[in-house]
Structures are given as structure tokens and as C-alpha cells.
């Protein structure tokens, strides 16, 4: 049913419009009726039942109370059993219609329940096995605000349409053929035709104020994003003093959102009064009809309050339809851009049935490689090495060489272009993204951390492992007596993004959680180049009792972290210029040779070198 959207000029609107809801309800109602749940269903059909109970019911509460009051008129002789029978008759109808609606929400409840945690699951892990370049082009905070809103609408569509318009609607159908029946066409066409202005009216109206509603949604979520970007940012604003620039930015967005808020609400006066007149003009239409009625005789005052019992019954739920038709709109649109999200193809998929990496020594070999993130600006280019299993290879060269885009191609956030990547002799492209990651570890230039504890970070590595196990990670990653000197251990938070931990003691977190993973292969992409000379000394001793007997990638800009590597290549312009030892590459005297001595100048390296 997603195919059905349809996105074009102005023309055909309403066509796009409704092929838009259709949509939405029709990728709702998987969810809703459930394949292979007997449960999920049982409760759908006995949520209807007690719906339509409770709508037949419900129609007979005015034809009661009609039978009430002409069995009390004067004329209809003293108070017998048969008028109190009614008015019991009457009282249990009204308690019926009640009860049949309460009983209905409560076994829908769980159903509609469901539905929305299901579809919020289904999203979010779509969300995770989109590529690394939809996430790079999405804003965290607008994606974030779909859900939200997407979900939120699932509740809402599921209250109005499904318990309040569609019942209403055969409500109206209901009444229109007891009125037929009971008195005679002009009562009926007249309360149909009342119902029908009315809905006319709303629906044009409340179509015309969603355009606000829209406007109000996007300020809404651009107004958010800033807020959310401004917020993580917050020692960035605080180096350059920028706490007015981000509030002007902020409040940029926020007055968009009140000029269509503003809009919307002024506007919504108009609806309520055409609604109110049209109510007020249909009743009076009625009166007027029945009283002459009563005047000639072919009337009771029963059938004048039956009459009018019928219309307020039906304006009841209809005094609601222009807030409940923007809301059940404006869900089908958050429900359609939630599940436009699911629309989004995966740029990086497992071949069908794609088996698991079989590991048997961890070798990994770029055999031609090309790629780029935009098809005009190429950035490898029929790049090959290998490093041996339990071997290190290290990849240097100049900023913009290609050097990160390797670890990314590695980890299959993209897929090559040119050329193949395969582990132990497996083109990583025909063997599942699971099993392939789960083989490969990394301990980044930037630890990002999650706004959890110490131990919840380390333990993300392996979030099965066990406490002793975790601790003995921290501990061969030199951070366990740091950890346990903090006053709660542990249990200490670490804050958004790791902020509350310095670097050295973020990267001894990824490297406890990389210990804890304990995978063959180990990938070190720049994991000193933020760090100070002496913490960087500290911390390539941690990388070096991690990396003994595993396959290790290292990509570094301080070549001085790389001198013990097998194999050393430097890339340059996405090619590979050179490739050797520390010591060969020194004699070769060339691009190496150069950046080494650069690095020395700015005294980069030193101490490495004297070793």
C-alpha cells in the first residue's frame, strides 16, 4: 500500500490526498490485524461487536424516552406498570450504550497498544539498518519528532475514526431510517440534510485550516532540530560567546510556530460559529415541523422529543468532528511521513539468506577498491593491500587521502563501487552486516559515548557479558582504578556524549568495551590523534596489549603510533604512493620519509623515534 503515494504538482491535490490516507491506513492495518495472532484478532471482532451493540442500542434511547413521555401526557390516563417498565427500559438502555463503549475500548486497548509499539519498533530498527549516509543528511532531532508524532497519530487515528467517526456515520444512518419509518420523509431528509451541511461545512473549513496546522508542524520540528544541534553543542557556543546568536536562531523558529498558531486559532472561530448556526438552524427546522405536526394532530409530544432527542444525540459527536476530522488528518500525514521512513531502501542489504562470516584466521584484503560518496568526486581509487591474519597494517597519509573511508567501507557502512573487501578469502558484501561486525572492533579518534553510566558504556560491548567480566575489561584497559576512585564507581554517569570523562579516559572506555567485544580483527582509526603527548604514550600501550594476536588496521595521522606496524602504506589522493616497514620507507626517502621529518620538526614523534 506505500506505492500508493503519490508526490506531484498542484494538480490532482485531492487525488494525492486521498491516495496519501488510503495509504496510511492501509500500512496500519497489518499492525491492527495481525497474521498468526488469534488473540489480536478475537479482541478486533469483539471491539466491533460491542461497538455496533452499542450504536443499536444507542438508537433506541430516544424512541423510549419518546414512548416515556407519551405514556405520562395528560391524556394517557393514570401511571401504570407500563410507563415504569419503559422508564427502567429506558435507564438500561442508556447504561447499555454506556457500557457497550467502555467495554469496547478496554478490549481494544490492548490492540491499539500493540499496534503502536510495534509500529514505533519497526521504525526505529529500519532506522539502524539504514546506511550511514541517510543519517548523515537527517537531522536527529526531525527524525526523532516523526516518531513521536507518527505514533501519537496511530493513538489518535484509532480513538476518532475507528470509535467516533465511522460509528457516527452509521449512527446517521441509523436515525435517518427510524425517523423514515416512525414519522415520515420531510423529519428525515431534513436531519439528514443537517448532518450533512454540517459535515460539508467542517470538513471544507478544517481542510482549510490544515495548511496552519502544517506550517505550525515543520517550524515546530525545525524550531526542535535547532534547539537539540544548539544543546549538544553547548561548550562550542560557550568558546565563542554565541548565546544570543542561538537564542535569535531559536527564536526564529519559534515565532514562524506562533504566526501559524495564531492563524490556526483566529480561524478556528469561523468554524465554530457556522457550526453552531447550522445546528441551531437544522433543530429549529425540526421544532418547527413537529410542533405543527402536534398543532394538527399527527404528532405526539413524545414525537417532538424523540425528534429532538435524535438530533442532539447526533450533534453530540459531531460537535467534535471539525477538531476530530484536523486531528484524524493531520495523524494520516504523521502516519505517513512515520512510515515514509520505512519507505527509505537500505543503501548497504544483505544478499537473500546471506551466511555468516566464518572467521578462521581474520586476513583482510582491499583488492581494487573504488568508491566515493559522490559519484563525481571519486575517493579511492583501485586501492589493494592485505593484512595477514593476526598481522598489522597501517594506513597514513594527508588529510582527505581516503584513510577514514576505509575503516567505513571495512564496517560496510557503503558499499564498494570498484573492487571487493573480503575477510579470510569472504567478500564482504554476499556475507550478513551481523555477523561481519561482529567480528571487527574499533576504538575511534572520537569516543561517543552514551548519557548512561561507566558501566553501561563498557558493557555495551557485549551487553550480555557478566559484571566480573566487564570489570576485568576496565581492568585490562587500565581504567578500573580510575573508575572505582570516582564516588559512585561504576554507576557514574558519564554524560551526553561522554562529555563529563576527558579523552584519554573516553578512549580507555573504548577500549575496555573493544576487550569486552573480544573480536578477531581490531580497527584503530586516528585513536590518539586527539590526545596529548603523554596520554597518547599511555594509551598506545593499552592499544598494544589489545591488538597482541589479532588481525589490527591502523589509521593514523601521528606516524608515530604506527612504527611498530608489519606493513606501513600511504595513501595519498586515494591512491597508494608507498608501502613498507618504518625503516624501509625511511631509506626509500619519499612521501613518508617527508611527513616523518615534518612531524619530527613540529615535535611529533620524538621520543618514539629515540626508542
Same mark, same amino acid.
Not at 295 to 311: E, H, K, P, Q, R
Not at 518 to 542: G, Y
Given at each position: 500500500m506505500r506505492g500508493m503515494r503519490m508526490r506531484g504538482g498542484d494538480d490532482g491535490h485531492g487525488r494525492r490526498e486521498a491516495a496519501l490516507e488510503l495509504g496510511a491506513l492501509g500500512n496500519l492495518m497489518p499492525y491492527?490485524?495481525?497474521?498468526?495472532?488469534?488473540?489480536?484478532?478475537?479482541?478486533?471482532?469483539?471491539?466491533?461487536?460491542f461497538l455496533i451493540a452499542g450504536k443499536i442500542i444507542g438508537v433506541y434511547v430516544p424512541y423510549l424516552y419518546k414512548m416515556v413521555i407519551d405514556a405520562v401526557s395528560p391524556h394517557a390516563g393514570p401511571l401504570t406498570v407500563i410507563p415504569i417498565g419503559l422508564i427502567v427500559a429506558y435507564g438500561l438502555a442508556n447504561i447499555g450504550s454506556l457500557a457497550f463503549n467502555e467495554l469496547r475500548d478496554a478490549v481494544f486497548a490492548k490492540v491499539a497498544q500493540r499496534a503502536i509499539r510495534r509500529v514505533g519498533l519497526a521504525v526505529f530498527a529500519h532506522l539502524h539498518r539504514l546506511s550511514l549516509r541517510f543519517h548523515l543528511d537527517r537531522r536527529t532531532g526531525g527524525l526523532?519528532?516523526?516518531?513521536?508524532?507518527?505514533?501519537?497519530?496511530?493513538?489518535?487515528?484509532?480513538?476518532?475514526?475507528?470509535?467516533?467517526?465511522?460509528?457516527?456515520?452509521?449512527?446517521?444512518?441509523?436515525?435517518?431510517?427510524?425517523?423514515?419509518?416512525?414519522?415520515?420523509?420531510?423529519?428525515?431528509?431534513?436531519?439528514?440534510?443537517?448532518?450533512?451541511?454540517?459535515?460539508a461545512y467542517t470538513i471544507i473549513v478544517t481542510a482549510w485550516r490544515l495548511q496552519f496546522r502544517k506550517v505550525m508542524n515543520e517550524q515546530d520540528s525545525k524550531a526542535n532540530t535547532k534547539a537539540i544541534d544548539s544543546l549538544l553543542n553547548f561548550e562550542t557556543v560557550k568558546y565563542f560567546g554565541n548565546e544570543r546568536h542561538e537564542v535569535a536562531r531559536y527564536d526564529e523558529g519559534l515565532a514562524a510556530y506562533e504566526k501559524a498558531a495564531v492563524r490556526s486559532l483566529t480561524s478556528l472561530s469561523l468554524l465554530n460559529i457556522g457550526q453552531s448556526a447550522i445546528i441551531s438552524l437544522g433543530t429549529?427546522?425540526?421544532?418547527?415541523?413537529?410542533?405543527?405536526?402536534?398543532? +394538527? !394532530?399527527?404528532? #405526539?409530544?413524545?414525537?417532538?422529543?424523540?425528534?429532538?432527542?435524535?438530533?442532539?444525540? $447526533?450533534?453530540?459527536? &459531531? =460537535?467534535?468532528?471539525?477538531?476530530?476530522?484536523?486531528?484524524?488528518?493531520?495523524?494520516l500525514v504523521d502516519i505517513d511521513d512515520m512510515f515514509e521512513l520505512l519507505d527509505q531502501k537500505q543503501e548497504v542489504q544483505d544478499v537473500a539468506s546471506a551466511p555468516a562470516l566464518a572467521v578462521t584466521g581474520g586476513s583482510i584484503a582491499f583488492e581494487g577498491v573504488e568508491f566515493g560518496y559522490d559519484a563525481r568526486r571519486p575517493i579511492l581509487k583501485g586501492v589493494s593491500f592485505t593484512v595477514p591474519a593476526g598481522g598489522s597494517v597501517?594506513?597514513?597519509?594527508?588529510?582527505?587521502?581516503?584513510?577514514?573511508?576505509?575503516?567505513?567501507?571495512?564496517?560496510?557502512?557503503?558499499?564498494?563501487? +570498484? !573492487?571487493?573487501? #573480503?575477510?579470510?578469502?569472504?567478500?564482504?558484501?554476499?556475507?550478513?552486516q551481523e555477523s $561481519?561486525?561482529?567480528? &571487527? =572492533?574499533?576504538?575511534?579518534?572520537?569516543?561517543?559515548?552514551?548519557?548512561?553510566?561507566?558501566?553501561?558504556?563498557?558493557?555495551?560491548?557485549?551487553p550480555s557479558a557478566t559484571r566480573a567480566e566487564v570489570e576485568a575489561a576496565a581492568r585490562l584497559a587500565h581504567i578500573h582504578d580510575f573508575v572505582?576512585?570516582?564516588?559512585?564507581?561504576?554507576?557514574?554517569?558519564v554524560g551526553e556524549r561522554g562529555l563529563k570523562l576527558s579523552g584519554g579516559e573516553k578512549q580507555r572506555v573504548a577500549i575496555a568495551r573493544t576487550i569486552l567485544?573480544?573480536?578477531?580483527?581490531?580497527?584503530?582509526?586516528?585513536?590518539?590523534?586527539?590526545?596529548?603527548?603523554?596520554?597518547?604514550?599511555?594509551?598506545?600501550?593499552?592499544?598494544?596489549?589489545?591488538?597482541?594476536?589479532?588481525?589490527?588496521?591502523?589509521?593514523?595521522?601521528?606516524?608515530?603510533?604506527?612504527?611498530?606496524?608489519d606493513q606501513i602504506i600511504v595513501?595519498?589522493?586515494?591512491?597508494?604512493?608507498?608501502?613498507?616497514?618504518?625503516?624501509?620507507?625511511?631509506?626509500?626517502?619519499?612521501?613518508?620519509?617527508?611527513?616523518?621529518?615534518?612531524?619530527?620538526?613540529?615535535?611529533?614523534?620524538e621520543q618514539q623515534a629515540a626508542e
Open positions: 491492527l490485524w495481525p497474521r498468526g495472532e488469534r488473540e489480536m484478532r478475537l479482541r478486533v471482532v469483539i471491539a466491533m461487536s526523532s519528532r516523526s516518531i513521536e508524532r507518527g505514533t501519537r497519530g496511530i493513538d489518535t487515528l484509532l480513538r476518532f475514526m475507528l470509535f467516533n467517526i465511522l460509528p457516527t456515520l452509521a449512527e446517521i444512518a441509523l436515525v435517518t431510517v427510524v425517523l423514515w419509518g416512525l414519522l415520515d420523509a420531510a423529519f428525515a431528509l431534513v436531519t439528514l440534510g443537517t448532518v450533512v451541511i454540517y459535515i429549529t427546522v425540526v421544532m418547527l415541523m413537529a410542533a405543527r405536526g402536534i398543532a +394538527g !394532530g399527527t404528532l #405526539t409530544s413524545g414525537d417532538m422529543v424523540m425528534v429532538v432527542g435524535y438530533l442532539m444525540q $447526533l450533534y453530540r459527536p &459531531l =460537535g467534535f468532528f471539525g477538531f476530530v476530522y484536523r486531528e484524524i488528518k493531520q495523524a597501517a594506513i597514513v597519509g594527508p588529510t582527505g587521502a581516503g584513510k577514514s573511508t576505509i575503516s567505513r567501507l571495512l564496517f560496510r557502512f557503503y558499499d564498494v563501487t +570498484g !573492487g571487493r573487501i #573480503t575477510v579470510d578469502g569472504q567478500d564482504i558484501r554476499g556475507i550478513s $561481519l561486525r561482529g567480528s &571487527l =572492533g574499533i576504538v575511534p579518534q572520537d569516543t561517543v559515548l552514551f548519557n548512561d553510566t561507566v558501566y553501561y558504556n563498557i558493557a555495551y560491548g557485549r572505582m576512585s570516582l564516588p559512585d564507581g561504576y554507576e557514574t554517569m567485544k573480544d573480536p578477531p580483527i581490531i580497527l584503530f582509526d586516528e585513536a590518539t590523534s586527539a590526545l596529548d603527548t603523554h596520554t597518547e604514550k599511555q594509551i598506545q600501550t593499552n592499544l598494544r596489549e589489545v591488538s597482541r594476536g589479532r588481525t589490527t588496521l591502523m589509521i593514523a595521522h601521528r606516524l608515530s603510533t604506527v612504527v611498530e606496524a595513501l595519498e589522493g586515494g591512491v597508494i604512493v608507498e608501502r613498507g616497514t618504518h625503516g624501509e620507507l625511511l631509506d626509500l626517502g619519499a612521501k613518508y620519509a617527508e611527513l616523518w621529518q615534518r612531524q619530527l620538526e613540529a615535535g611529533e614523534g
